[in-house]
């Protein structure tokens, strides 16, 4: 183990010493799936008297407004989750602000009972944010080793400054795969989080944003904050039974958020609900908050492609694909299969993810010079395919991609969005992932391929559950052409109305 690895544990126990204080340490993770709630807005898991993990964030700001709620409250549950010795904390989050937390909400709940109005929704509800957004004093890792010892962050980037001028609260930074560059989970240097499904077989949770989607998953945080270079949040969500958004990639600014790929990152949230997400998108997009509009799905057109992203799927994703376009046609929508024949130049835009690799191998290169024995062998790899890419070819790339997006804009006009299975696959073992490199690469190849096909498009998607409850968690993706972010919001809580298996959230 690491110095920096010894005195990460040693700061997650002393933190749990304090958590334990509060008698909240008996926490546990919540059910992705849970019963239909009682009618008091708090399901079944009223009599705890929680609210992570039971609680919208949409729910969680209409009961801070009305004062049957504090932030300190919503703090305190989540810092006992995360400090949890049964759950998925220490895997999850690379640092905790448990700190600047208490403060934050102390302040909040403060102002709130002095009448001074909220700064937004989310004011004073627990937010995760992935570890490669600067905060100011601290070193972004990116979920690695190699740059521990940099100088750390001289500001906090733009979408962090925007959440705190929200009212947001920053519980901590939580794992990823290292910089970003796989869609499973796994992490050699802080661990790898186990899904919320099946812990005890213990399955990949999905990437990169991993320990986002379990600190939301297990009541460790409401929403989290992540990026999304070929389905980095659309993923976890798929794999966890969440909900993660995907916006036009020129929605929410980069700077400040450490880079994979200049063409395809993202940034954007995940959450329980296309509401929740709606609600931070605004933020991160800088907007002033509006109810989020929910469409009426009786004349909705979706195109759902026969192309590419029905390939191969496995029988669990392929009958729970089936069961949501069935649901949506009883609904009223018109679910129409088309061929859709553009989206099989998808592997020719980006071949073994050319264009990725040689944008990330841009920035590594003078790391991997100095330190490529502290990189994941299996990501390193990966990032020095981009070595030997030259730049009439990265060029011609780019070229293609720019056709490539007119042709799907085109052939997407007319529907309202367009339907796809998010991933092919439930969630596999962690032991079966990593056995070998050949394994672990294919997975990850399987696992990035529907999703990454809307980065390559430069569109924006939502992933939503569609599985049944107590099953495996599937996600269904509705994926829209860019700078149609607003609607395809709209248009996706119609669908999440619909397919999504009900859980204890009152929203």
């Known amino acids: ?40 807005g708090m399901g079944t898991g009223t009599s705890t008297g929680k609210a992570m993990g039971q609680l919208s964030m949409a729910e969680m700001a209409r009961r801070l407004a009305a004062g049957t709620l504090t932030s300190s409250q919503l703090v305190e549950e989540a810092l006992a989750a995360i400090q949890n010795p049964a759950g998925e904390g220490a895997r999850s989050f690379i640092r905790v602000h448990a700190d600047t937390a208490r403060s934050t909400a102390a302040r909040l709940d403060a102002e709130r009972k002095a009448g001074r109005p909220a700064a937004s929704p989310i004011a004073g509800i627990p937010i995760s944010l992935k570890d490669l957004f600067d905060e100011t004093g601290i070193t972004t890792l990116g979920g690695s080793v190699v740059l521990a010892g940099q100088p750390p962050a001289a500001r906090d980037a733009i979408v962090v400054e925007r959440l705190r001028r929200a009212g ?70 798929a794999l966890n039974g969440l909900v993660g958004f995907k916006p036009t990639q020129r929605r929410v600014p980069l700077d400040g958020v450490m880079p994979l790929s200049t063409s395809f990152d993202s940034a954007g949230p995940m959450a329980w609900t296309v509401e929740d997400c709606a609600l931070l ?69 980006n071949p073994r993810g050319m264009i990725t690799a040689a944008e990330a191998f841009t920035w590594h290169r003078d790391f991997i010079k100095n330190g490529a024995a502290r990189y994941d062998p299996r990501v390193l790899a990966r990032i020095k395919t981009g070595e030997t890419i030259t730049a ?3 060029l011609q790339l780019l070229a293609l991609r720019r056709q490539f997006i007119r042709s799907i804009n085109t052939a ?59 099953t495996a968690p599937v996600g269904l993706m509705v994926a829209s052409i860019g700078n149609t972010d607003h609607r395809l919001l709209a248009v996706g809580a119609a669908v999440e109305a619909v397919v999504t298996p009900r859980r204890a959230l009152s929203s």
Request: charged share 15%.
């Open 412 to 470: 997407a006009a007319g529907y309202d969005a367009m339907l796809m299975p998010t991933t092919p696959d439930t969630a596999p073992p962690i032991a079966e992932v990593v056995k070998d490199d050949d394994t672990y690469y294919r997975i990850n190849a399987r696992m990035l391929r529907n999703p990454s096909v809307v980065n390559l498009f430069d569109g924006c998607a939502l992933s939503v559950p569609c599985h049944d409850a107590g």
């Open 392 to 394: 009439p070819d990265y």
């Open 281 to 349: 998108d605004a933020v991160l997009a800088a907007e002033l908050p509006r109810p989020l509009r929910v469409l009426p799905l009786r004349g909705l057109r979706f195109a759902v492609p026969k192309t590419f992203f029905q390939d191969d799927l496995s029988p669990a994703v392929a009958a729970a694909f089936a069961s949501a376009l069935a649901k949506l046609s009883a609904a009223g929508a018109t679910v129409t299969e088309l061929p859709m024949a553009e989206f099989a130049k998808a592997p020719t835009i």
């Open 168 to 237: 947001a609260i920053i519980v901590g930074r939580t794992n990823t795969v290292e910089f970003a560059y796989t869609g499973l989970g796994v992490n050699p240097h802080y661990g790898t989080p186990k899904n919320v499904f099946d812990r005890a077989t213990g399955r990949i949770p999905g990437g990169s944003t991993s320990g986002g989607a379990i600190s939301v998953a297990d009541g460790m945080a409401a929403g989290a904050i992540g990026t999304d270079t070929g389905g980095s949040l659309r993923i976890p969500a």
């Open 1 to 40: 183990m690491t110095q920096q690895q010894e005195q990460r544990r040693t700061f997650l126990k002393q933190t749990a010493g304090a958590a334990a204080a509060t008698g909240l340490l008996g926490i546990c993770s919540r059910a992705f799936a849970q019963g239909p709630g009682d009618g008091t």
